[in-house]
């Protein structure tokens, strides 16, 4: 059928709608039919139909509609671009396609593209002309036009987003998710240039509103409640079926155009927050998306899912709720995530090299924020692992760097995420995972919170966990409660809350050690303390006996403590030589020496070498002579310590005491400046 009668006959059928009608084939034979007319008239009156058609507008389907009107331009210029390409190799002879002369079939490419645009005009919204000049841009990209061409494609495209956003603000809310599809898809593409023409102080609240908060996104989290009233519980199970209405709302969120593109979106947000010329929109944004993580917690905490512990899944749910709509589910909330972070990411950079935003009055409040809002998200992140989140640590460490600037705001933000009962271990799996959120953080900011809120809030929330044995539910929170207790004895005004809470806290060390503590972990503990309560910190002058306490503990422990090789722990390196408990009990004390007093020091020197004597396996007991040696010549002992050890070695019979129990020789063993065995004998 020749062009011009399919042409006639597209035009009538784009002026109604009806139900019974296949609009993808109608888009299909507009964007065949646009590379195919030869009148550059009937270009520009076929896209202007194609802009108001009612057949495609009266009844829009979303964002679905948007995408297939990009495709219709993305899809002909390829066509164009293609075509031109075998026409160029039928004329030179070469490629796969023999020299055939074919007569005119439709337009050059730069005179097709011009008639396209003309077809964007008055009559049709602003919005929608975005749509045909991303569709062109996203459909030539790199090649099929020329250099000029394409950098005027591009700024026309640029004022067409900006022309739109002006206008349609506050208006069509289709429009705006229509601009923010259709430039996250074309950005790549435009040149430093046409990016630099984009007022993004109006692109930015399109795009994180879009995203984060329309029915086309994200839905403000909303989604997450209705969860909850497709859930079955009985006979000890949860269940939630795929055939449920809230798992096809999920399944439908995630292939939404926004939501499956939420990635490159994100980019897209943190590349405007980094060249948005108004600061407080940032600010604004930042509001936002800490509204928007309450929300996220608010529902998760209101559905039953939020009850089950990670390594109780397997037990609570059924095959189809753990294979299918749980991963379906947390796909989403990892996508919501990783989202959140990225933008998060730009803020925070911005906030660093912003002078209005790292002012006094503006920085607190921006860092509380972000770090409310990883708190909120934390239930998500700790289901991945944060290390593993390196953009996750980033923002979580510089707004604690920014934070710990301004101690007030620091200890409002601490009192805000506090748990509301200190003292005791939740039942909530939800709340548990907020508890650890609330340590981790904590423990940033030991050296400036007062003392009143370490003894309130670090303390009574760090102890349950400290003292109860943990469970696999509980272990990583026990082990961010011992790095609380630690780094609250280690601040120098916390000397009081220390001597208070010590004997409590070495007692809990001494209780889950080797069963639910690492080797590494129990050494560094107990370096901590003795270095704490060691000259000049001031819990040495309020507890000078303290070091001698813990070093009569750990060698009456010693005495006592099992021999058997300890299993390594997952996730931890294999040491080369497996240690017992009786070996790690004696590298502790040897770690401690470095902080005794001088006198302390000289009456432990021969306590430790006796110790290490008593080491019962060979290879364990060289591994504590090795550490020995280096506490003694590595550099860890001051210089006065060091001269006590080095005549304790070399005058007082430490060497022999260490290696012969008292006779013989063990000259591989030579303090700095000794002499061999061989060099004794020429003095």
Same mark, same amino acid.
Not at 439 to 463: K, R
């Given at each position: 059928?020749?062009?011009?009668?399919?042409?006639?006959?597209?035009?009538?059928?784009?002026?109604?709608?009806?139900?019974?009608?296949?609009?993808?084939?109608?888009?299909?034979?507009?964007?065949?039919?646009?590379?195919?007319?030869?009148?550059?008239?009937?270009?520009?009156?076929?896209?202007?139909?194609?802009?108001?058609?009612?057949?495609?507008?009266?009844?829009?389907?979303?964002?679905?509609?948007?995408?297939?009107?990009?495709?219709?331009?993305?899809?002909?210029?390829?066509?164009?671009?293609?075509?031109?390409?075998?026409?160029?190799?039928?004329?030179?002879?070469?490629?796969?396609?023999?020299?055939?002369?074919? =007569?005119?079939?439709?337009?050059?490419?730069?005179?097709?593209?011009?008639?396209?645009?003309?077809?964007?005009?008055?009559?049709?919204?602003?919005?929608?002309?975005?749509?045909?000049?991303?569709?062109?841009?996203?459909?030539?990209?790199?090649?099929?036009?020329?250099?000029?061409?394409?950098?005027?494609?591009?700024?026309?495209?640029?004022?067409?987003?900006?022309?739109?956003?002006?206008?349609?603000?506050?208006?069509?809310?289709?429009?705006?998710?229509? @601009?923010?599809?259709?430039?996250?898809?074309?950005?790549?593409?435009?040149?430093?240039?046409?990016?630099?023409?984009?007022?993004?102080?109006?692109?930015?609240? @399109?795009?994180?509103?879009?995203?984060? $908060?329309?029915?086309?996104?994200?839905?403000?989290?909303?989604?997450?409640?209705?969860?909850?009233?497709?859930?079955?519980?009985?006979?000890?199970?949860?269940?939630?079926?795929?055939?449920?209405?809230? $798992?096809?709302?999920?399944?439908?969120?995630?292939?939404?155009?926004?939501?499956?593109?939420?990635?490159?979106?994100?980019?897209?947000?943190?590349?405007?927050?980094?060249?948005?010329?108004?600061?407080?929109?940032?600010?604004?944004?930042?509001?936002?998306?800490?509204?928007?993580?309450?929300?996220?917690?608010?529902?998760?905490?209101?559905?039953?899912?939020?009850?089950?512990?990670?390594?109780?899944?397997?037990?609570? $749910?059924?095959?189809?709720?753990?294979?299918?709509?749980?991963?379906?589910?947390?796909?989403?909330?990892?996508?919501?995530?990783?989202?959140?972070?990225?933008?998060?990411?730009?803020?925070?950079?911005?906030?660093?090299?912003?002078?209005?935003?790292?002012?006094?009055?503006?920085?607190?409040?921006?860092?509380?924020?972000?770090?409310?809002?990883?708190?909120?998200?934390?239930?998500?992140?700790?289901?991945?692992?944060?290390?593993?989140?390196?953009?996750?640590?980033?923002?979580?460490?510089?707004?604690?760097?920014?934070?710990?600037?301004?101690?007030?705001?620091?200890?409002?933000?601490?009192?805000?995420?506090?748990?509301?009962?200190?003292?005791?271990?939740?039942?909530?799996?939800?709340?548990?995972?907020?508890?650890?959120?609330?340590?981790?953080?904590?423990?940033?900011?030991?050296?400036?919170?007062?003392?009143?809120?370490?003894?309130?809030?670090?303390?009574?929330?760090?102890?349950?966990?400290?003292?109860? =044995?943990?469970?696999?539910?509980?272990?990583?929170?026990?082990?961010?409660?011992?790095?609380?207790?630690?780094?609250?004895?280690?601040?120098?005004?916390?000397?009081?809350?220390?001597?208070?809470?010590?004997?409590?806290?070495?007692?809990?060390?001494?209780?889950?050690?080797?069963?639910?503590?690492?080797?590494?972990?129990?050494?560094?503990?107990?370096?901590?303390?003795?270095?704490?309560?060691?000259?000049?910190?001031?819990?040495?002058?309020?507890?000078?006996?303290?070091?001698?306490?813990?070093?009569?503990?750990?060698?009456?422990?010693?005495?006592?403590?099992?021999?058997?090789?300890?299993?390594?722990?997952?996730?931890?390196?294999?040491?080369?030589?497996?240690?017992?408990?009786?070996?790690?009990?004696?590298?502790?004390?040897?770690?401690?020496?470095?902080?005794?007093?001088?006198?302390?020091?000289?009456?432990?020197?021969?306590?430790?070498?006796?110790?290490?004597?008593?080491?019962?396996?060979?290879?364990?007991?060289?591994?504590?002579?090795?550490? $020995?040696?280096?506490?003694?010549?590595?550099?860890?002992?001051?210089?006065?310590?060091?001269?006590?050890?080095?005549?304790?070695?070399?005058?007082?019979?430490?060497?022999?005491?260490?290696?012969?129990?008292?006779?013989?020789?063990?000259?591989?063993?030579?303090?700095?400046?000794?002499?061999?065995?061989?060099?004794?004998?020429?003095?």
């Amino acid at each position: 059928m020749p062009a011009d009668r399919i042409l006639e006959t597209l035009l009538r059928s784009l002026q109604t709608w009806t139900a019974q009608q296949d609009t993808p084939v109608i888009l299909s034979t507009a964007a065949a039919l646009l590379t195919r007319l030869h009148n550059p008239l009937n270009v520009t009156l076929l896209t202007a139909h194609l802009l108001t058609a009612p057949a495609l507008w009266e009844r829009p389907d979303g964002l679905q509609t948007v995408l297939r009107i990009v495709g219709v331009f993305h899809a002909a210029a390829q066509a164009i671009i293609k075509r031109e390409h075998e026409a160029a190799a039928r004329e030179t002879g070469s490629g796969a396609y023999p020299y055939v002369p074919e =007569p005119d079939i439709g337009l050059p490419a730069e005179a097709w593209m011009r008639a396209v645009v003309a077809g964007a005009d008055e009559r049709s919204e602003r919005w929608k002309h975005v749509l045909v000049l991303g569709g062109l841009v996203i459909g030539f990209g790199d090649e099929g036009i020329s250099a000029s061409a394409k950098r005027r494609l591009g700024e026309g495209f640029v004022r067409a987003v900006n022309m739109a956003l002006a206008e349609g603000r506050g208006h069509e809310e289709l429009g705006g998710h229509a @601009v923010a599809l259709t430039l996250n898809h074309a950005f790549p593409l435009l040149g430093d240039g046409e990016r630099a023409g984009l007022d993004w102080n109006l692109v930015l609240p @399109v795009l994180v509103g879009s995203a984060f $908060f329309s029915h086309e996104g994200l839905q403000s989290a909303y989604f997450i409640g209705a969860i909850d009233l497709d859930i079955l519980e009985g006979q000890g199970k949860l269940s939630w079926a795929a055939n449920t209405t809230s $798992f096809y709302q999920v399944e439908q969120i995630l292939k939404r155009p926004l939501v499956s593109s939420l990635g490159p979106l994100s980019r897209l947000i943190a590349h405007a927050v980094e060249h948005i010329s108004d600061p407080w929109i940032i600010q604004t944004m930042v509001e936002d998306l800490t509204g928007f993580t309450r929300s996220l917690i608010m529902q998760w905490r209101q559905i039953k899912l939020s009850r089950v512990d990670v390594p109780d899944e397997a037990a609570i $749910f059924p095959e189809e709720t753990l294979k299918r709509t749980i991963p379906t589910l947390w796909k989403l909330l990892k996508a919501a995530l990783f989202a959140l972070v990225i933008v998060f990411r730009g803020a925070v950079g911005r906030l660093l090299n912003d002078r209005v935003l790292a002012s006094d009055a503006v920085a607190p409040i921006l860092a509380s924020q972000v770090l409310h809002s990883l708190r909120n998200v934390y239930f998500i992140a700790s289901r991945l692992g944060t290390d593993s989140l390196s953009q996750y640590t980033f923002i979580s460490l510089a707004s604690i760097d920014i934070l710990s600037n301004y101690p007030p705001a620091a200890g409002t933000l601490l009192s805000d995420i506090a748990p509301p009962h200190p003292g005791t271990i939740p039942p909530s799996p939800l709340d548990r995972t907020l508890d650890h959120y609330f340590l981790n953080t904590a423990e940033h900011f030991t050296l400036i919170l007062p003392l009143s809120t370490s003894a309130d809030l670090l303390l009574p929330t760090a102890l349950p966990y400290l003292t109860t =044995p943990p469970t696999p539910h509980t272990l990583p929170i026990f082990e961010a409660a011992h790095s609380v207790a630690l780094a609250v004895f280690a601040a120098p005004h916390a000397a009081p809350l220390a001597a208070e809470y010590l004997p409590t806290y070495v007692s809990a060390l001494f209780n889950v050690f080797p069963a639910h503590l690492s080797p590494r972990q129990f050494r560094l503990a107990f370096k901590t303390l003795l270095r704490t309560a060691a000259p000049p910190a001031p819990l040495a002058a309020s507890q000078p006996d303290l070091p001698a306490i813990v070093l009569e503990l750990l060698h009456h422990r010693a005495g006592t403590a099992g021999t058997t090789p300890l299993a390594p722990r997952p996730g931890e390196s294999e040491a080369p030589v497996p240690l017992s408990e009786q070996a790690v009990l004696v590298l502790t004390l040897l770690d401690a020496l470095p902080f005794l007093p001088v006198p302390l020091l000289e009456e432990w020197l021969p306590l430790a070498a006796g110790l290490v004597r008593g080491v019962g396996d060979a290879g364990m007991r060289d591994v504590a002579r090795t550490r $020995f040696w280096e506490v003694l010549v590595g550099g860890e002992m001051d210089a006065e310590r060091a001269m006590v050890a080095a005549a304790w070695w070399g005058t007082w019979g430490g060497r022999e005491a260490v290696l012969y129990d008292g006779t013989g020789d063990g000259g591989e063993y030579l303090m700095s400046g000794g002499l061999g065995k061989g060099e004794e004998s020429k003095l």
